[in-house]
Structures are given as C-alpha cells and as structure tokens.
C-alpha cells in the first residue's frame, strides 16, 4: 500500500490555525441579552443630608439580581434598597440587573443641605402659656451644637440659646419661630409658623375696695386670670348696690340669681373661679 506524505511548511500550519480557529468562533453562541427596561424611582425627591432615601426598582419585564451604585461610595445587592447620604450634593445613582452591563439605569439624586427641625409642647398654644421648644439637628459626628433661637417680638424667652428654651407669647396671631443651629463648622437653619390663641382665662368678678379691703360704692370689676403677664382689671360699668332679678352683690361677694341658659355655673365653692 503506498502512503502520501504532505508536508506543510509554517506558513500552511498558521493558516489551517486560523481557519480553525474562524470556524470555531463562528459555531460558539453569542450570549443573549434579556429584553427588559430597567428603571427605578426614590423617595423623598429633594431629600436633604441625613435623610433615608427609599429607593424602588421599576424594571419591566424580569430580573432576580440588583446591583445598586449610590455614588458615595455605597452599594447594595436588594431589589428596593434604603440608603442614607451624610453630605449635601449631587450623586448619580446606578441600578444594573442580572450582571449585564447593557442593563442598567442611572439617575442623579441632589441631596440639600440638613434643616434643623423644630418640637414644642404643649401643641395648642395660647397666649400668655408657657411653651417648651426643642429642635433635632443632624449631626452625625455628635459635634458641639450652639442654638439661637428667635421667637418675635411678641415673645419672652428664659433662654434664646438654649436646646429646650421656654417662650410665653404675648399676643395671638401667627407667629414664624426660626433656629439657626451651628453643628462643628456648618449652620443648620429651621423655622415653624406656631399659631398663638386667645388664652381662655378665668375671670374675676369683684367690688372696689377700701384700704380695709372694705367693699365701697361703686361698680363691678372684672380682670382676666392669665397665666404668665398681666392684663389691667376693668370697670363693668355696674353699681354694687342691689341688682333686680339676676345680680346682687353683699358683704363683698357677687351673687347671680337668673343666669339664664347662657350662662353656665357652679355651686361647688373649690370649682368656682375667683
């Protein structure tokens, strides 16, 4: 039996590589990326340093694996993520699904400066109460915090630059409490409008008196009871001698025969006001 023998120089070899190598490429399948349209939302929209954003994925049409970039520095492998950013700024946020490259999503998240937020109790304010403020600041680093706080002009306070302060409003109306909180090198600026009411004060009913606290002719008084400033008394305009019908006034106390049904009172003498 006769044998061919070929022989192939290098050149050949190298080119029968080659072929080899076309070929194989060619029959090796090229991986086949999802069709899905990755999104995803947050919130709050205009959160500031410190706050916790709630991230949400929102792709559409599969996925099982998230990768989540937040931009500072923080990742994160679950599907609806919290992330808290500690700086104000902006960071651009990527979410890729299922470790495609090709499938990702990215949106800038503008961070804002921290505001001092500001408490007080009790929550219904009248004039003339007393009422403590609080404010919580972010300060992540627990750095010295000075307060100055500004109440207006119808306001005492035992302490504008004190955490807790407590203010007595003399009027009623709208008022705009501010707090400019310096935490370390950085200012935090906080302002509530507190709604001050007419104080619901007990009044006192009494005689002109004498030096003998001796009751005299004259008229009826009546003074508001306020807690916290005072209010001028003021003649009703009513003579202390006896009243038909309805008001008597002896031996220095006011007596209310017929108050009618607007008028309500009591007969326990500890529950009477003044």
Known sequence: MKRTYIQMTKAGIMALALVFVIFTSCTEKEPVIPSYTVAFSFSPTNPEAGDAVTFTNATQGGGSEYAWDFGDGGTSAEENPTHTFTAAGTYTVTLMVDNYP?????????????????????????????????????????????????????A???????????????????????????????????????????????????????????????????????????????NMNVPTNAHPLTLRVRSNRVYVFDPGDGITYTTDPAAVDG
């Open 102 to 154: 090709e499938l990702t999503a990215s949106k800038d998240v503008v961070v804002g400066d921290p505001a001092a937020v500001i408490s007080y109790n009790p929550a219904t304010v009248e004039a003339g109460t007393a009422i403590t403020f609080s404010a919580t600041v972010y300060n992540p680093d627990s750095e010295t915090v000075t307060y100055a706080w500004d109440f207006g002009a119808n």
């Open 156 to 234: 005492t306070v035992d302490d504008a630059t004190a955490a807790s302060p407590v203010a007595i409003f003399t009027a009623p109306g709208d008022v705009t409490v501010t707090l400019t909180a310096t935490v370390g090198s950085a200012t935090q600026v906080g302002s509530t409008t507190v709604s001050v009411q007419s104080q619901l004060a007990k009044t006192l009913i009494f005689t002109s008196m004498d030096a003998n606290a001796q009751a005299t002719s004259g008229s009826l008084f009546y003074k508001k009871l306020f807690d916290g400033f005072e209010e001028d008394s003021v």
